[in-house]
């Protein structure tokens, strides 16, 4: 829809048009003290014209840059919306980052405004504002824990709307809407910063015209219209919660509901009945750990109905649900399991009346994949980058595979280089990083086609796209072994237990890997079994433990050996960390994403004995807590030796 109308080419302009034409429907909740607070569509435009009029008046101008920061709450929403009528950019961050990557972003951005949740926020704001001169005001949403801070530069979000509706608020609102008329689909609408896998993050600059060209396309794709109910409930400075939450919400004029904490997501959704859905694979696979922990503790005979019934499912259930052919005994038996297990599990997971949920991010496990779809999930994947406003690929409904990531979207061309790399084009396309013009022309070609770092190939019997890897991170054995990380380490994480892989082999004799434990599922275990242990270095490294996980890379290693072009990329050491890898020490990202690079040099010695045949080694690691402080974990971490087997030919393909 590139040739959207004026009336529709930006945000503000979409607000002024879903208050007209559905003002009395919802168009955003909070739970707040066990009860869920509603705003429709007209409510929101007052909100968002009262704050944009405030900021106005503060000072804030066509081009400033706005920080939003905090958890999912309307009042977040709406400075984004707020800001952009008036011409300035909003800035989403990290509400989890340390100071020091908080003050990179709004730095680096030349923040004018920051709109933040709470005291937690406004403190570490203060922490680091002698490094903003360009900062003249913090606007925080929540009151509590403030009252006796110096208020010269902050002011509560009530406060800033009364100064918006303050004077001839009539004059102001025709001020305000000649303001929004002058906004248009080519103005930069939204700052991203990417989660900085490889280094400091990039602002990706994405315009009006990217974020509601790809979330109309987007809506048309999956057949969303105003009666979704959404749930917002991952990191507003992720470009997934900003099309899902915010893009296709404006677009379509359905509801986005904010939980009441992080803790509470899985019951406020239930509540709710979320239509449209979605979570990157860690929220997947915690959700299935947590049933397989309950199960433990369940009666025997529960727990031999439960499995009985997931065994089935996993047989059957997608047969079943695609309408293939079925004997009617696997029909009748997949009904009793509706009944008993599967349509519980659903409501536990707050999936009862989702019609469409998507995974993307990193790639999911195939067994966790077609559990949830066994389950009646419609539950599909898509391929996207903040750099091309989410999406590149998705899987039309009736052509689901767990090993694709689907077919190119609306509009979105792919074509991929002599190397593997998949290279992409599309109206949601970025305009490039901001202040950073190199970097966009590596990224980004003259002709508008974008390098995706990824490694993949169309597969020809579907045309679907798959993902091996980060083609940085592909590479070979030095016996010629092809070495995809990501795929070794995805087979391992389908065990509850364990949470974290990190794989290494290339331009070495063999793989090993680094394993974080899952401490619920293993936890639970240890609980079971009578296994004692004070804390997380205290379980890693115990010997009955490390036994547990040899028989999960074992299992691993046969079905690589069933992998012809993996098959010599079996694991053959292992070692359990004595510390959980975490975001605050840079070993993940904001979203998550393992820093294999940093990993390697930051655990070097540990690299190093995984290759020269120790049996165990002494390591102490600087970690950072919460409040910023730092400590040292040490650990003495045991090396684990592992069998391979001989790669299994298909019958038929023998010498």
């Not at 961050?93 to 926020?121: G, M």
């Not at 999956?222 to 997934?240: F, Q, R, S």
């Not at 010629?480 to 331009?507: M, Q």
Request: net charge negative; glycine share 8%.
């Amino acid at each position: 829809m590139s040739g959207a109308t004026n009336f529709k080419d930006t945000f503000p302009k979409l607000l002024l048009l879903n208050a007209a034409e559905r003002g009395g429907r919802a168009a955003i909740r909070e739970k707040d003290l066990g009860i869920w607070q509603t705003w429709t569509w007209e409510q929101v435009l007052d909100e968002v014209r009262a704050l944009a009029l405030g900021l106005g008046k503060l000072g804030l101008e066509k081009g400033d840059t706005v920080a939003v920061i905090g958890n999912n709450r309307p009042r977040l929403y709406w400075s984004m919306c707020a800001a952009q009528s008036l011409g300035a950019v909003p800035v989403p961050v990290y509400q989890d980052s340390v100071a020091e990557e908080t003050a990179f972003v709004l730095e680096h951005a030349a923040v004018k405004v920051a709109i933040v949740e709470n005291q937690e926020q406004v403190d570490k704001l203060l922490s680091i504002s002698e490094r903003l001169p360009s900062l003249t005001h913090i606007i925080y949403d929540e009151e509590r824990g403030l009252k006796g801070y110096d208020h010269t530069r902050l002011k509560s979000f009530a406060e800033v709307q009364e100064i918006g509706r303050a004077g001839d608020l009539r004059a102001s609102a025709v001020w305000w809407e000649n303001q929004v008329a002058q906004t248009k689909g080519s103005d930069l609408a939204v700052i991203l910063y990417t989660s900085g896998t490889t280094g400091h993050p990039k602002g990706v600059m994405l315009t009006f015209d990217n974020v509601i060209v790809t979330a109309n396309n987007a809506n048309a794709y999956d057949n969303l219209g105003e009666k979704e109910e959404v749930m917002a409930y991952l990191p507003m400075a992720w470009v997934g919660d900003h099309i899902f939450s915010y893009g296709q919400s404006y677009c379509s004029g359905y509801c986005v509901n904010c939980p009441e904490s992080p803790e509470t997501v899985n019951e406020d959704r239930r509540e709710i009945g979320t239509t449209y859905a979605f979570a990157p694979p860690r929220i997947y696979e915690n959700l299935l750990t947590l049933s397989m922990v309950r199960m433990e503790d369940a009666s025997p005979l529960r727990y031999k109905v439960f499995h009985y019934f997931i065994r089935h499912a996993r047989k059957w259930g997608e047969k079943i649900l695609n309408r293939e052919s079925v004997p009617p005994h696997a029909r009748l038996i997949y009904w009793l399991g509706d009944v008993v297990v599967y349509a519980p599990l659903r409501n536990r997971y707050g999936f009862s009346r989702v019609r469409v949920a998507y995974t993307a991010g990193e790639a999911i496990g195939p067994e966790i994949f077609r559990y949830y779809r066994s389950l009646g999930v419609n539950l599909k994947q898509l391929y996207g980058q903040t750099e091309a406003s989410v999406y590149i690929t998705a899987q039309p409904d009736g052509e689901i595979h767990a090993e694709s990531v689907g077919k190119p979207n609306y509009e979105v061309e792919i074509r991929l280089a002599d190397n593997g790399e998949v290279l992409y084009r599309s109206p949601g396309v970025f305009a490039g990083y901001y202040k950073d013009p190199e970097k966009t022309a590596e990224a980004k070609t003259a002709d508008g086609w974008v390098h995706s770092g990824d490694a993949g190939f169309l597969d020809p019997k579907n045309g679907h796209l798959r993902i091996i890897d980060r083609a940085k991170d592909v590479g070979r054995l030095n016996d010629g072994t092809l070495f995809a990380p990501k795929y070794i380490e995805n087979k391992l994480k389908f065990y509850p237990n364990i949470r974290e892989a990190v794989a290494f082999g290339d331009r070495r004799n063999f793989v090993t890997v680094m394993l974080n434990i899952d401490l619920v599922a293993v936890g639970s275990w240890a609980e079971r079994n009578n296994v004692t242990y004070a804390s997380y270095q205290d379980l890693a490294a115990h010997p009955r433990v490390y036994e547990m996980l040899a028989t999960h890379v074992d299992e691993v290693n046969r079905s690589l050996a069933a992998d012809l072009p993996m098959a010599g990329a079996q694991v053959r050491r292992f070692l359990i960390l004595h510390k959980e890898l975490d975001a605050d020490d840079g070993e993940l990202t904001r979203t998550m994403k393992v820093r294999r690079g940093f990993i390697g040099d930051r655990y070097a010695s540990l690299v190093q004995a995984l290759y020269d045949g120790s049996q165990a080694v002494d390591i102490s690691t600087e970690v950072t807590f919460e409040d910023g402080r730092k400590g040292i974990i040490s650990g003495h971490v045991a090396i684990r030796d592992m069998a391979v087997y001989p790669a299994e030919v298909p019958v038929g393909e023998a010498a």
